[in-house]
């Protein structure tokens, strides 16, 4: 069932729905920090112009644009390196195992952050459709 000829097949649907509910995922984040929605009671009054205010609007216009696969390579890069500092400065100090720091989902998104930036937006992505045009 697993050749490499159905994975061949496969691989640029799996990537899209992979950079699909990622990028879904992602931009609850950012919305929940700037629209309040869904509500998250540690974002009540953010304010727009500090670090957290910025993480959100990279998380609501980058994740929107990953998820609709719109300028995959650099917004996925740009949070990678994001997800990446979030790491050292919210979870690293906290120890040096992401399990024990609760870093785990800032390393996983920054690691699938970065393989979008090389991969690519793969199938069901305003990307592929604009360079068929």
Same mark, same amino acid.
Request: hydrophobic share 55%.
């Given at each position: 069932?697993?050749?490499?000829?159905?994975?061949?097949?496969?691989?640029?649907? @799996? #990537?899209?729905?992979?950079?699909? $509910?990622?990028?879904?995922?992602? #931009?609850?984040?950012?919305? +929940?920090?700037? #629209?309040?929605? /869904?509500?998250?009671?540690? %974002?009540?009054?953010?304010?727009? $112009?500090?670090?957290?205010?910025?993480?959100?609007?990279?998380?609501?216009?980058?994740?929107?644009?990953?998820? @609709?696969?719109?300028?995959?390579?650099? +917004?996925?890069?740009?949070?990678?390196?994001?997800?990446? $500092?979030? =790491?050292?400065?919210?979870?690293? /100090?906290?120890?040096?195992? /992401? @399990?024990?720091?609760?870093?785990?989902?800032?390393?996983?998104?920054? %690691?699938?952050?970065? =393989?979008?930036? $090389? +991969?690519?937006?793969?199938? %069901?992505?305003?990307?592929?459709? @604009?360079?068929?045009?």
């Amino acid at each position: 069932m697993f050749n490499s000829q159905f994975c061949s097949k496969w691989a640029p649907c @799996i #990537l899209g729905l992979l950079r699909i $509910v990622t990028g879904f995922l992602f #931009l609850q984040h950012g919305s +929940a920090k700037l #629209l309040g929605m /869904p509500h998250v009671a540690m %974002f009540d009054g953010l304010q727009l $112009v500090s670090l957290m205010g910025l993480a959100g609007v990279l998380e609501l216009v980058g994740g929107t644009l990953v998820m @609709i696969g719109l300028f995959t390579r650099p +917004a996925a890069f740009i949070l990678s390196g994001q997800m990446a $500092v979030a =790491y050292f400065m919210a979870h690293a /100090p906290g120890g040096f195992l /992401p @399990i024990l720091n609760q870093g785990e989902l800032a390393v996983m998104f920054s %690691f699938v952050f970065l =393989y979008f930036s $090389v +991969a690519g937006a793969g199938s %069901f992505s305003l990307d592929s459709m @604009i360079k068929k045009s």
